[in-house]
Each structure stands twice: as C-alpha cells, then as structure tokens.
C-alpha cells in the first residue's frame, strides 16, 4: 500500500521548477498545485541576456 504521505509517481517531496518565463511555465506550477504541492517561498526571476528565466519552489503538502 503507498504511504499518502508521499507524492505521487515517484515525484520528490521538495521541487524547483524552472523555465522561460512563458504559459507552459505557468501550466506546470498549476500541475505541482493540483497533485497536492504548495508554494514554498516567492518566485524568482532573472535575465540571461536573450529570455527571463523563473523558477518557483514547491513542497508536498502533506510534508508540512
């Protein structure tokens, strides 16, 4: 039996999701939010040059 305690697939209690700062960007924290992650902490943002990267740190819920 899986411990409900633990993401699912596999997936780390702690994540970092980085990328352009762009929809699919935005799809994929809404994905994190929806399996049961939680933000953790402020988004960050910078600038390479040619395309802002972002990144938003998420943690599992029950792990809180």
């Not at 994540?15 to 402020?42: K, M, N």
């Not at 390479?48 to 998420?58: E, F, K, L, R, S």
């Amino acid at each position: 039996m899986k411990n409900s305690k633990q993401p699912p697939n596999g997936l780390p209690i702690y994540r970092l999701i980085t990328g352009p700062d762009d929809a699919t960007f935005c799809f994929r924290v809404s994905e994190a939010l929806a399996q049961g992650y939680t933000l953790y902490g402020s988004p960050s943002a910078t600038f390479n040059g040619q395309t802002v990267i972002v990144c938003q740190a998420v943690v599992w819920s029950e792990a809180t």
